[in-house]
Nanobody, 116 residues
Framework: QVQLVESGGGLVQAGGSLRLSCAASGRTFSNYGAGWFRQAPGKERELVAVINWSDSTYYADSVKGRFTISRDNAKNTVYLQMNSLKPEDTAVYYC??????????WGQGTQVTVSS
């Protein structure tokens, strides 16, 4: 079992930056792939970024070049650095731990609001 807790969300002006953190407990996070998802009001949840156990990464086209996913195994934490934020990035952001091909464990989410 893995427990995930996100933090770092908030209100920021367009063009600003935020860094989200996802702290894991229960098991070593480095054994899992991890993903950041987001869900805006009235929209489906979408995958934003992934970091695999090999540290390979994937980004959605909408955030490529602006967001960076990383991990600190010593702190059992995965991060999402978000730069050049846009109002359309406003959403609740969730982190998840991947077991095999399934995102099995989820955090409670953190709100990111980008004002224009």
């Amino acid at each position: 079992q893995v427990q995930l807790v996100e933090s770092g969300g908030g209100l920021v002006q367009a063009g600003g930056s935020l860094r989200l953190s996802c702290a894991a407990s229960g098991r070593t996070f480095s054994n899992y792939g991890a993903g950041w998802f987001r869900q805006a009001p009235g929209k489906e949840r979408e995958l934003v970024a992934v970091i695999n156990w090999s540290d390979s990464t994937y980004y959605a086209d909408s955030v490529k070049g602006r967001f960076t996913i990383s991990r600190d195994n010593a702190k059992n934490t995965v991060y999402l650095q978000m730069n050049s934020l846009k109002p359309e990035d406003t959403a609740v952001y969730y982190c998840a731990a991947k077991v095999g091909v399934t995102y099995r464990y989820w955090g409670q989410g953190t709100q990111v609001t980008v004002s224009s």
